[in-house]
């Protein structure tokens, strides 16, 4: 009896032990299929069903809700370690926090918690939806950490916080899970989605690391890098399937110039481990240091907060479907040739069946890789972490600061600039008087960024220009292609007026947190009692949009100046906003001005100046099946500007009546003319979701503008409207070679006519947003508003062969029978981020409906 309880108390014991590995139900008992198991995929309530029951069974996982989804739904971080590391998990996430920011930290200190923290690796999965494998692998990973008992797991578990989020894109996954299911065991199996797969972003959702537009986004950064500051950030992706079966670090030159040489390194020091483990179990085709690069912090947050960012990307399946690819059917990549062996590639793939479950089987052992590297070297990565902020704050270089004055042309978009610095764990500090700095002075109420700060970095590669290296695939043959774009420049993105401080200087600073826009005010003047004749808005803010869909919304009586004037003894410019005087508006505009940080001036002159009467325009917004990306972000800037509009598809358009229901229809970037007119061949995609607008529906575009309204294009969508509706322009870049001209996303200066309604509100030069896109010879009708400069068009970024846009233009205004049609062949609203040039498609808008008349 006694060796009985004896047995039962050992095993007891043993239970405990493992964490209770014995009641931790696996992921295929949960789901009822095996994870990455041929024509299976669970969706987002699946995973998180399966991660609640795992966080309630053992206590190594614990899961935390850290914000919603754009669209609602629970956003998941889960945080895998040791029962003894959770009890002390607060003490942790000081240590990293300390060491973070080790200003006032002796070196006999920073030794103390460096022995006693442990290492901080973030693994995120499925960012981009159609990339099923990581988020499923998720489950299987963090069931394995529950219930192995292993050495191995036992190190990784006392020595590392390991924090998990199965997905960064739950809406996209659900959409891509949901298509799947749907075409499984029909010819549309394999078919593409027909909408982008994050309800805005798309597949650029890992683009917005530095704007912090979207919910996903934020809460990651707040729910995991703000809270843990992990040392190593491992982004879980798909690419291709006609080269290698996984890439793994170090990534290809360039990097960006202000990453820590340590955090370069340490992309190779982890990303080799990761390899060495892969090739150690058998695992082929595996690349390194080819394809991708380090360059655009929109990808890379981490780098710039004292963290690596590595990823891996693996060949694609068709979503949970096999695929069969013969080794004579690979194809080099960039850096690379899968049928060659090299350093870069040192196991060949021989070909054959690929299935979901390799996807899986690759993602966990490269997974393990990076956590057994990470327990090994837990010392080295909290030194190496706590060495990069100390050289942070250590910044002796130029330049010392930034200046951002408090006079500037936007200030409300000034304002946004100074938060997602702030956001992004940057100190901000305002100046309490006057000051001199590199001999020139500053007002009260300047805000500086100094660069000598934890995250210094971050401002320093944000605020400054961009120099992308010129590389060539060959000695004087045509570029190498970045893998995103090369200008990220924000002050020159938004409009703001930023000055570069290299000398030391003195001032009385007080640091803030949260910037808020002055109040707005509705200022009265020399008027007399009751309401003013009339009530002016300058245009310069973004803001004053919004302040006009509010009005439209209210159906106020409003204009734009058509040419400058003079009131109260001041002149104001062309596109000056004109609101009539009435009996409650002046109620009306103290609220706008108060919530959107704006001044109305009330004035009783006779103004007698020619305007356009604007009206609420009725706007269709084109939602093309071969999804775009540039019309989910023109989607998401139009609701936060408060436009009101509605989505029009292919079979709206072919079905034609369109000037009855719009006053404008907007073509996004992004889609060819063929893609346009063609869509998705038949029998790629379901039937309702092939084809595009058809000549039918090209015709009827024709009509609409004929009958008046207006067609504005972005993009390569002025291709088309130039081509299909033969416009007196022709693309000057039409046959150039990438090796005559190349401009792989980068800032260009372009020379507006400020007095064309395009153009109210905007100064004279600007930085656009450029990406091969069309520069255009304009003859006839047409009207050039925006052309790039006679000479040296680059402000930010990399561009081959300048001369060929000399004087070219980038903004048409062509009238065509009753209506118009406007070309804005640059990226005008590019991810959410270049608010610097949003007006010029805010103004097409409203420009096109207008009325040009006389306001008395």
């Not at 299929?33 to 309530?45: C, P």
């Not at 990076?370 to 910044?395: D, P």
């Not at 997602?420 to 805000?447: H, M, N, W």
């Not at 930010?796 to 001369?803: A, H, M, P, V, Y």
Request: hydrophobic share 40%; net charge neutral.
């Amino acid at each position: 009896m006694k060796a009985r309880f004896v047995v039962l108390a050992l095993l007891l014991i043993a239970l405990s032990c493992s964490g209770l590995s014995a009641q931790v139900k696996s992921p295929q008992d949960y789901l009822g299929f095996r994870v990455g198991e041929d024509y299976k995929l669970a969706d987002w309530q699946q995973i998180t069903g399966y991660f609640n029951e795992l966080g309630k069974s053992t206590d190594r996982i614990h899961v935390d809700i850290i914000g919603q989804t754009t669209l609602k739904k629970p956003f998941l971080r889960v945080t895998i370690t040791s029962p003894e590391n959770y009890a002390r998990l607060a003490r942790y996430e000081e240590i990293t926090r300390r060491l973070a920011d080790p200003r006032g930290l002796s070196a006999e200190e920073a030794e103390k918690l460096i022995s006693e923290g442990k290492s901080v690796i973030a693994v995120t999965c499925s960012v981009h939806a159609t990339e099923v494998a990581a988020a499923q692998m998720s489950m299987e990973l963090a069931y394995n950490m529950a219930t192995k008992n292993t050495a191995e797991t036992k190190n990784i578990l006392d020595n590392v916080i390991f924090l998990l989020v199965p997905s960064l894109n739950p809406d996209g996954l659900d959409i891509v899970v949901n298509w799947y299911k749907r075409n499984l065991k029909t010819p549309y199996e394999a078919a593409p989605v027909p909408e982008i797969y994050h309800h805005y972003a798309g597949h650029d959702n890992n683009r917005d690391w530095y704007m912090f537009t979207l919910a996903e986004t934020r809460n990651t950064i707040d729910g995991v890098y703000k809270k843990w500051h992990p040392q190593v950030l491992y982004d879980v992706h798909q690419m291709g399937n006609t080269g290698a079966r996984l890439f793994v670090p170090p990534f290809m030159d360039p990097y960006e110039p202000n990453i820590d040489p340590i955090l370069i390194q340490g992309a190779s020091f982890i990303g080799q481990a990761m390899m060495n483990r892969l090739i150690g179990e058998g695992k082929t085709g595996i690349t390194t240091n080819s394809v991708y690069d380090s360059w655009t912090p929109a990808r890379a947050y981490q780098h710039y907060h004292g963290a690596v960012r590595i990823l891996t990307e693996a060949a694609s399946v068709q979503y949970a479907s096999p695929i069969k690819q013969n080794f004579s059917d690979l194809r080099p990549g960039l850096g690379y040739d899968p049928r060659t062996v090299s350093w870069k590639f040192p196991a060949l793939w021989r070909g054959g069946e690929w299935h979901l479950r390799d996807i899986v089987d690759y993602e966990l052992t490269a997974a393990m890789g990076a956590l057994e590297h990470m327990a090994y070297y837990r010392e080295r990565w909290l030194r190496n972490f706590y060495t990069v902020q100390k050289r942070a704050i250590s910044w002796n270089g130029t330049p010392y600061a930034f200046v951002i004055p408090p006079d500037q042309r936007d200030p409300v978009t000034a304002v946004e600039m100074l938060n997602i610095l702030r956001f992004g764990e940057v100190e901000i500090e305002q100046a309490v008087g006057a000051f001199t700095a590199d001999g020139v002075e500053y007002p009260k109420g300047s805000y500086v960024v100094r660069v000598a700060q934890p995250f210094g970095a971050f401002a320093k590669t944000m605020m400054e220009k961009q120099v992308y290296p010129d590389l060539r695939e060959y000695p004087g043959g045509p570029p190498q292609r970045p893998y995103d774009v090369t200008a990220h420049t924000l002050p020159m993105q938004m409009g703001v007026k930023v000055i570069t401080v290299n000398q030391p200087f003195q001032a009385s600073l007080t640091k803030v947190e949260k910037i808020a826009a002055a109040s707005g005010a509705v200022e009265a003047g020399p008027v007399t009692a009751g309401p003013a004749k009339a009530y002016l808005l300058e245009h310069d803010s973004n803001a004053s949009i919004k302040a006009l869909n509010r009005l439209m919304k209210d159906k106020a009586e409003v204009y734009w100046a058509a040419k400058p004037f003079s009131a109260k003894n001041k002149l104001y410019s062309a596109g000056t906003m004109i609101v009539h005087g009435g009996a409650g508006i002046e109620t009306k505009l103290q609220a706008i001005a108060r919530e959107l940080s704006v001044n109305f001036i009330a004035v009783n002159d006779r103004l007698n100046v020619q305007a356009y009467k604007l009206i609420p325009p009725r706007i269709g917004l084109y939602k093309s099946h071969v999804a775009s990306m540039d019309e989910g972000w023109t989607r998401l800037i139009f609701e936060n500007y408060e436009f009101s509009f509605t989505n029009i598809l292919d079979k709206d358009i072919r079905g034609g009546g369109l000037r009855s229901k719009y006053d404008v229809i907007i073509i996004p970037g992004e889609l060819s003319e063929t893609q346009i007119i063609e869509g998705h061949r038949n029998g790629t995609v379901p039937p309702e979701f092939a084809g595009g607008i058809g000549e039918a529906g090209v015709q009827n575009l024709r009509d609409f503008v004929n009958e008046g309204g207006t067609l504005v294009t972005m993009d390569k969508a002025t291709e088309f409207a130039a081509k299909q509706f033969a416009l007196p322009v022709k693309n000057a870049l039409e046959g150039v070679k990438p090796q005559d001209f190349y401009v792989p996303g980068s800032l260009l200066k372009i020379v507006l006519d400020t007095e064309n309604p395009i153009a109210y509100g905007m100064p004279r030069e600007t930085a656009a947003f450029v990406e091969q896109n069309a520069a255009f010879d304009v003859t006839g009708n047409a009207k050039a508003v925006g052309n790039y400069p006679l000479t040296n068009p680059l402000m930010s970024g990399w561009i081959l062969g300048e001369s060929k846009i000399f004087g070219k233009t980038a903004v048409v205004d062509v009238p065509v029978g009753r209506g118009r049609i406007i070309l804005l062949s640059i990226r005008p609203q590019f991810r959410a981020q270049v608010r610097g040039t949003y007006k010029l498609l805010f103004n097409s808008v409203y420009y096109g409906p207008a009325t040009l008349t006389t306001y008395e």
